[in-house]
């Protein structure tokens, strides 16, 4: 655990984040940051050595340093920093772990004197002072880093929200977005900017969420069209109707009810389209393909519609629910 927390575990493949130790062992960030903490005490060199002699103690091969000549590795710093505000720097430390040392992701300094010298050649950084109590030293951008999209939508999703939003509502906010959800949900798992704050949760990191603001958090009407979820019903004639709200974007995309979507993994179903055929497909409890249909009749964004897959048939309809009727 110590081990890991300090970044010297080479199977490790990089140093993990404190809460992600926390949670693989069942203990508390605390209880890690110590063990840290006390490995780190036990094997500082002496003073004037480096940080070689740290990994020379334990057998392991020392990591290798970045160079201020790499600008693709300070600016992805700087974009971290824009996206967090200054970080004290073992917490930019288990950020950087998280992207397991892809480009422009390479290991940062590991002590804070090589890493002032780093961040002062490369430039575009601000470091305080050691505290006096012994706090650790804090960096910070100068001026804001332009952000790729994927970056830009999770700052704009989180930065009003320090207590963490639900993973399904990010995957759907991409969407809207026009972002693809598996793309989002990838970036969560190695996104150095982000970090779970719960079961499920997601926030920036650094951020913290204040008693005071906690009430309008959870206010906020952002909520609201979760209220109607999707469900289903069987037809008379055996049919199974899906009612949904239609999502917001390009590609919209619904998710089976689960109780039924065993019945339906995998199948296509044919819809009568005037004179184009289409089909609407089932891939992983989700149903495709029906946008085109949408557009004919008119619905939009959060208007109430219904799907009537035919199971036997393997044909499909989609009307507007209000109606309860079909359209071909």
Do not use: C
């Amino acid at each position: 655990m110590a081990l890991r927390a300090a970044g010297l575990d080479s199977a490790e493949g990089g140093r993990a984040s404190l809460d992600a130790i926390a949670a693989d062992l069942g203990v508390s960030r605390e209880t890690v940051r110590r063990a840290r903490n006390e490995l780190l005490h036990a094997i500082e060199p002496r003073t004037g050595a480096t940080i070689d002699v740290v990994y020379s103690l334990l057998s392991l091969p020392a990591p290798s340093q970045p160079s201020a000549d790499s600008p693709a590795t300070a600016r992805a710093l700087r974009r971290l920093l824009t996206m967090t505000g200054p970080l004290p720097w073992d917490e930019v430390l288990s950020a950087w772990a998280r992207a397991g040392g892809k480009p422009p992701y390479s290991p940062l300094p590991a002590d804070v004197a090589s890493m002032r010298e780093w961040a002062n050649d490369a430039g575009g950084f601000t470091a305080s002072a050691v505290e006096a109590d012994g706090g650790p030293m804090t960096i910070g951008a100068v001026l804001p880093e332009a952000l790729d999209q994927v970056s830009q939508f999770l700052l704009d999703a989180l930065r009003e929200r320090p207590g963490g939003v639900d993973r399904n509502v990010l995957l759907e906010l991409a969407q809207e977005a026009g972002l693809k959800p598996t793309t989002i949900a990838t970036k969560l798992s190695i996104h150095p900017a982000v970090t779970r704050v719960g079961r499920g949760m997601w926030a920036l990191r650094g951020r913290r969420p204040s008693p005071s603001s906690e009430p309008a958090r959870v206010a906020e009407p952002r909520r609201a069209p979760r209220v109607r979820p999707t469900t289903f019903a069987w037809s008379p004639d055996g049919s199974l109707l899906i009612e949904f709200s239609v999502p917001r974007g390009p590609s919209p995309v619904v998710a089976v009810p689960k109780a039924v979507s065993e019945i339906v993994e995998g199948r296509e179903f044919g819809v009568d389209a005037g004179k184009k055929r289409m089909r609407i497909a089932v891939r992983n409890a989700r149903l495709w393909g029906f946008r085109p249909l949408l557009s004919e009749l008119g619905l939009h964004g959060g208007a109430r519609a219904t799907i009537a897959l035919n199971i036997l048939a393997g044909t499909a309809t989609i009307a507007p629910a209000e109606r309860r009727g079909t359209s071909q």
